[in-house]
């Protein structure tokens, strides 16, 4: 199939496209790498009167390495983040995750900000931002607006973000040495998107998050088995985690139940047996 027509713009700059946005509102989608985005309307599961361009802006291109965060731009692929082409403030968890993320020509041209916005259920970036406790930052005509990843994402393709705003990149604080990660992810095949996907990390402080996606209607933290993570005992995180699924995804079947605290058990228990990152 073919998606319905549309119309095409590519604004010069941020402000252009900000200003593009608040004019056209919902009527209209920003598109970046368009790795999801246009093989859904080609489908005809979603439709825009007119998709932005805004692949080519360099503002969405920015990488910095701060004091105690990186900021990685909206528009960096998930094949640089895989390659070590921008910092990793959490010792090699990103770059796993994005190596995991479809096949390396779907890498090569999708964006960490086109996942995150589209917001996708079963796709990984949302999942690891939770983990890592990053921040959104948006643009739009009223200026700049910082919003943490728990409040960013709503529900199935639903997130916070304005229809005037645009995602300039993510503020992911830096894990300090000793911290320690785990992730583990189920999907039908290789490149497919994920049934189950949990990260957990834990700090060199003891402060422990666990998120976890795939089936649930969006990319959801685990309170109950972030806390048996933070205090060591894997036999807490995996009831922990039976129950905190139930009620995030409570259509489960008995299979889905099984694989989502299989997938949090095994994250959890890389977490502890892993050797302190520095």
Known sequence: MKPAAFEYARPADLAEACALLGELGDAAMPVAGGQSLVPMMSLRLTGFETLLDISRLDALKVVRDEETHVF???????????????PDPAFGLMARVASKIAYRAVRNMGTIGGSVGLAD?????????????????????????????????????????????????????????????????VARKSG??????????????????????????HAQLLPGASAALAAGDLAAVREAARAEVAQADPDADA????????TVTRAAEEALTMEPRR
């Open 192 to 217: 497919a998107f994920s049934d189950s996907l949990a990260i957990a990390v834990l700090t060199a402080e003891g402060e422990a998050r666990v998120a976890l996606t795939g089936t649930l209607d």
């Open 255 to 262: 299979y889905r139940l099984r694989c989502h605290v299989a």
């Open 72 to 86: 990685i731009g909206a528009a960096v692929t998930h094949a640089m983040i895989e390659d070590g082409k921008v």
């Open 121 to 185: 259920p079963a796709s990984d970036w949302p999942c690891c931002l939770l983990a890592l406790g990053a921040e959104v930052v948006l643009a739009g005509a009223e200026g700049e607006r910082v919003l943490g990843a728990g409040g960013f994402f709503l529900g199935p393709y639903e997130t916070a973000r304005d229809p005037a705003e645009i995602i300039t990149g993510f503020r992911i604080p830096k894990l300090s040495a000793g911290a320690r990660w785990g992730t583990f992810k």
